[in-house]
């Protein structure tokens, strides 16, 4: 069944159309221009050395610390509360995953849960920016520098957010964004690699063409390239990235307003600047969320319970090792409900905020 009101609505267009047009017009699909244009595009953009596209967020994570020389034996710190993209990808390398706390107010990394974290073997510092909110990089970096780490950003959800005036992504040894069809900026399927390090470049470049690059003699590597329909779309989507961005901003100052009248759910840090990828409240303590979806559901409206805690799900349980007392990440995955958002959706949050507070 079809949602009156769905969780989130791909923002395709005319220009998105021509690139694809001109890239089947071309009998280029694969390698060509518009993939080394949108890369170079992204590079520009957060002003850094350069870019690699590849398949998926997932993907750029897993060859991102590949090519910092992550491997089995060591450990990466990463927060407990995240897709399960970013566990994905250290295990994937074959090193540990040390979970940590996050801030209660951000539900983002809390710097100070990694240096309590911190070991012989940690070699990564994994921040995520989570629901397009900016991590505090200051503060991981200085911990990071430290403790002579290197840092890869999960930027899968903040393409556009900036932080103190530099964008996100751009802080680290290397960042990495998504672009899946709900996020800011998509491409159907695919994401990129950004750093300021052309060595990790050129791996990351061999790497996801099976181990193929500069280099005369080729290192075992994927098949994780992006394409040139992909690309297309990308660059499309890039030129309107800070006017989509800027909308969104909008509408979740929309839903900011509304939720004053009901003061019982809380919104995680709402007057911090960020690119918005959903929009998350918190249910009150207590409250069946299974119960509120089923009553929003019943309403047309969709609704999504991003993202659990990753300590708390199956699967992973024997595979993680979690740093202290996650208890942050924990309540904040079991309460969190990511409401319906896209552009066109202000019409629909009076209805949507007032069928949030008949649920409760």
């Not at 959800?157 to 964008?167: H, L, P, R, S, V």
């Not at 890039?238 to 019982?264: K, M, V």
């Amino acid at each position: 069944m079809t949602d009156r009101i769905p969780l989130a609505r791909t923002d395709i267009g005319v220009a998105e159309t021509a690139g694809v047009s001109r890239v089947m017009e071309s009998g280029r699909l694969a390698l060509g221009e518009e993939m080394r244009e949108f890369e170079q595009a992204i590079a520009d953009y957060h002003d850094v050395a350069g870019a690699v596209m590849v398949n998926s967020g997932t993907s750029g994570l897993m060859i991102s610390l590949h090519s910092l020389g992550v491997g089995s034996g060591d450990e990466v710190i990463m927060p407990a509360l995240t897709f399960v993209g970013t566990v994905n990808a250290i295990l994937a390398v074959g090193a540990t995953a040390i979970l940590v706390d996050v801030d209660r107010d951000s539900a983002n990394i809390d710097p100070n849960r990694i240096k309590d974290a911190i070991s012989a073997r940690t070699r990564t510092v994994m921040p995520v920016h989570l629901y397009g909110l900016p991590a505090p990089m200051s503060e991981i970096l200085d911990v990071a520098r430290a403790h002579k780490l290197t840092v890869v950003e999960d930027a899968c959800e903040a393409i556009g957010a900036d932080y103190g005036g530099k964008k996100m992504g751009s802080f680290g040894d290397a960042g990495v964004f998504g672009f899946y069809p709900n996020k800011s900026l998509t491409t159907g399927e695919g994401g990129m690699v950004i750093s300021n390090d052309s060595s990790l470049l050129a791996r990351c470049r061999a790497m996801v063409n099976q181990g193929r690059g500069e280099e005369p003699n080729p290192i075992v590597g994927y098949s994780l390239r992006g394409s040139e329909l992909s690309a297309a779309i990308g660059r499309a989507q890039l030129a309107s990235l800070d006017a989509r961005i800027s909308e969104r901003q909008r509408i979740a100052q929309r839903y900011i307003d509304a939720f004053t009248a009901i003061p019982e759910v809380h919104l995680l840090s709402p007057s911090s600047p960020r690119s918005w990828f959903t929009f998350p409240v918190l249910l009150p303590d207590g409250v069946d969320r299974d119960r509120v979806k089923g009553q929003l559901a019943k309403q047309g409206i969709a609704s999504a319970e991003y993202f659990p805690a990753i300590q708390t799900l199956s699967g992973y349980r024997d595979r993680i090792r979690m740093s202290g007392d996650l208890s942050a990440s924990e309540d904040i995955g079991q309460r969190v409900l990511c409401l319906p958002f896209w552009r066109g959706v202000e019409a629909h949050i009076p209805e949507i905020v007032e069928s949030l507070a008949d649920s409760l």
